[in-house]
Structure formats: C-alpha cells, structure tokens
C-alpha cells in the first residue's frame, strides 16, 4: 500500500505557514442523479469495457464541468462578457471550469482585499482560515489549442499548491491543455508556467509541476479523516473569474457515488451546499483549520456542489507526484442494488447486497462469479461483504474497492449463490483505459466532460 499523501508530506522539508499579519498583506443511494434502475458498473458495463449501465427512463441531472470555447486573453475581460457569461452559466445549472477571461490587473481590481474588510470580519473564524489558507490558491488558465471543435478556446479554473513544487487541481481543467500551454497566477500576481506531472481521469485529479514556487504558496494538507456530515466547510477559489473567493456552508452528505463519463462512478465523494460556480473546480474544499477535505469537482444546483474526497486524493496523488499516474482496482463486473423484489427471487431474508448482471470476458470476476441470466430467475451471485465489510450497495463496494484495495490483492467475497450462503476469493486486476471518444455531460454546446466513456 503506498503512503498518505500527509505522511509523505510529513517526512519533508515544509516551509512554516506563514502568518495571518502577513497574510493580510496580500491584498448511495447508488446513482442519486437519476430516476429509474440503474445498474453501475463497478468494474464494466455491459460492453466489457467499463460503462455504467443506465436502463431507459434514467436522466441525469447535468454536472458543471468544462465550458470552452472562449479565449482567456484578459483583454476580453470585459464587464458586459463577464456578466453574460455569469448569466449563462446561472442559466444553465453550469460551473466547474470558466471560460471567462483570466485574472488581470482590471480583474483583479474585483478581489476583495484584507484591508477593505472591516474588523468584525477581519476578527472571525472564517477570515482566519481565509488568510492562513488563500495565498496557497492558484487560478489555473489553459491556452487554447486554436484548431475547431470543443476545447479550441481553453478555459480556466482553480488549484492549490501542496508542497514547494506541485499543484493539485482538476484533470478536467487541464486535459486539453497544449504544451506550455496551462499558467498559473498567484494571489500576489505573480505569474508562472506550469507542466503536468500527472493525471487520472477515473478520479479526475492532476497535478502540475512550477518552478520556483512563490514563498507566499505554502502547501496545504490533505486530511487524514473522512468528512463529518454538518461540520462547516469553505470553498476557495476564483468562481467565474473572480479570484481570491470564499464560499461557506456545510457538508450536506458523504460517500457518494458521482456519476463519470468514464463509465466508472467517483466513490466517496463530499457533497456541500457552500456555493460552487464556474471557475471553482480544482480549487480545496477546506475545513475550519484549514485542512483539505477535498478537492471542488462539480455542482448540481445552487445548492448542491461536490468535492473529490481526501480519502481518495490521499491514495491518487503520491501517485501522479511519483509516477504520474494511478492504477485502480478492477473486478470486471456489473452490478444492481438487491431491493425487495430480486430478494425474494433469489431467496435473501432482507433485501442488501449487489447482484452481479454482467462479468466482462478474462476480467478477474470471470470464472468466479456467476452473473443473473433472463431465462433463469434467481439466477445471480449477490454480493454482501468484501473482507468482511458489509456491501449494502454499488456505492459501498466501489468506495472499498477505491480506498482499501489495490490492483494485485486477492478478496475475499461473501456471496448468495442460489440461496446458499458462501465465499469465494477473487484477484483484482487493474483497470483498464476508457476507450471511447468524449462526450459531453448535458449535452451544452462546447462542453468537455472530464473524461471518456466508454
């Protein structure tokens, strides 16, 4: 198993956080987003290549992602532009990656700087964290690639440094970057071109490499933890061009199963009501001490934002720092909630567990695990612990395969097999790349999802 990414950080040489007073002198309910049965796909689909399986009459409500398509010359950056674009993506439900213009010096003429604020604020919890934690967020600008089609006029979004050298953001903010094509600008203005490290787009996480970091930028932890439902949270970032933002509010659930265009869901993911808009994907969720407890992925609603947890970005990350990539476990399955109906089918007592529908051909679940057939009914193995772990749901059993497992490790399966009881032991493998060509979330025009489905 390979370290936290805290532990690695806690084995190097850190710059002390720098104080506030200098600061301040810088200015699974298994797919929750449909209606209808869905069958997700822990390992596979029912193409053998990884989807999720949604049956007719499923709609998915559409996430913020990309919205390319405009350049980030900061000339451009004009009022009327950005309230449009603000009023468009109000509009449509849309945030994630921006495409209005980049921080400049008009821009940033729109921050609200630590001096206009006054003492109240400047004496609250939430000010505190704010000055101990803003200068280690960036405003991450992709070039655009000047050819036709999505993606042509770039974008941009947020990150946050980690250590001296590395930043962590989106993968969805930066894969369509060219060469020298992503810079970072930091809260004291200064500029630096940025090279990507690694990425993954299961999890939906880059890191990016600067030379010569600004002292200001002190690396910011990941928790070690889970999240806690209710605990306030706060979102930084630089939501629709604005840089420099603070958003409160709460997290409002945990250990959710975002849906991907990989086909492959995001486990364990924080939902929040703190306000998430176009321009805050990649930038920390944080807590009250100022500690990561994800990174800002994608939002549902006005209300509704989600961050990629720091239990997974805790596993991902060391990864892309030191191999630039990251391999997930793969069981090659798809799978069903087990509800009352497909208990009393297969002879269950109460109605938990997953049912297996589909097993990809070589996959690691092929020749171990039987999956349900039309012509048979209460035909099926139904999963119901992993190791020991209870498997309520899909949910369940990606997050355990996501925070506990690794390709290579042998499980142990508890299984219902024609209404008898037993285990069965199964040698993870891992997963393999999407295949498919992108396809939009939503289907907004000059949109890029983060990934590919395949």
Do not use: K
Request: net charge negative.
């Amino acid at each position: 198993m390979r370290p936290s990414l805290t532990t690695i950080w806690r084995r190097s040489e850190r710059r002390p956080r720098r104080s506030s007073t200098r600061s301040r002198r810088h200015a699974e309910t298994d797919v929750p987003f449909s209606t209808g049965t869905i069958r997700q796909s822990v390992g596979t689909g029912e193409d053998g290549s990884g989807s999720t399986a949604a049956h007719a009459g499923c709609r998915f409500i559409p996430l913020i992602e990309v919205g390319s398509g405009v350049t980030t010359d900061p000339d451009h950056c004009s009022r009327r532009r950005l309230l449009a674009a603000a009023g468009a993506a109000t509009a449509f439900g849309l945030g994630g990656v921006t495409t209005g213009g980049a921080q400049s010096d008009d821009a940033s003429s729109n921050e609200t700087t630590p001096d206009e604020q006054g003492p109240d604020q400047l004496e609250s919890q939430y000010s505190t964290v704010y000055q101990e934690t803003i200068d280690s967020v960036v405003l991450v600008t992709v070039a655009g690639t000047g050819g036709p089609g999505p993606g042509g006029g770039g974008g941009l979004g947020s990150g946050f440094a980690v250590d001296d050298q590395h930043i962590v953001t989106n993968n969805h903010v930066v894969q369509t970057a060219p060469e020298d094509g992503i810079e970072i600008q930091f809260r004291n203005q200064e500029w630096r071109t940025a090279s990507i490290v690694g990425t993954d787009v299961y999890s939906d996480l880059a890191v990016l490499a600067v030379d010569d970091m600004p002292e200001i930028a002190a690396g910011l932890s990941f928790v070690e933890s889970g999240a806690v439902i209710g605990q306030e949270v706060l979102t930084l970032g630089n939501p629709l061009g604005f840089n420099a933002s603070i958003s409160q509010g709460i997290v409002s659930g945990i250990d959710r199963s975002l849906p991907s265009p990989t086909g492959f869901s995001i486990p364990a993911a924080i939902q929040t009501d703190a306000a998430v808009n176009a321009g805050n994907s990649g930038g920390p969720l944080v807590n009250l001490e100022g500690e990561v407890l994800g990174v800002v992925f994608a939002g549902a609603s006005q209300t509704i934002g989600f961050a990629i947890s720091a239990r997974l970005a805790n596993r991902v990350v060391p990864a892309l720092i030191d191999d630039g990539a990251y391999e997930h476990a793969y069981m090659g399955v798809g799978v069903q909630p087990v509800g009352p109906e497909i208990a009393e089918t297969v002879d269950l007592e109460e109605a938990t567990g997953v049912l297996v529908m589909e097993i990809v051909p070589d996959a690691p679940a092929d020749g171990v695990l039987e999956p349900a057939s039309t012509d048979r009914p209460g035909s099926g193995d139904v999963i119901i612990a992993v190791d020991g772990q209870a498997i309520p749901t899909q949910a369940a059993l990606s997050s355990y395969l996501a925070l506990e497992t690794e390709p290579g490790e042998t499980i142990e399966l508890e299984i219902v097999r024609d209404g008898d009881r037993q285990s069965v032991e199964l040698t993870l493998a891992a997963r393999p790349d999407p295949e498919r060509p992108r396809v939009p979330i939503g289907g907004r025009p000059r949109e890029r999802p983060p990934g590919t489905g395949p």
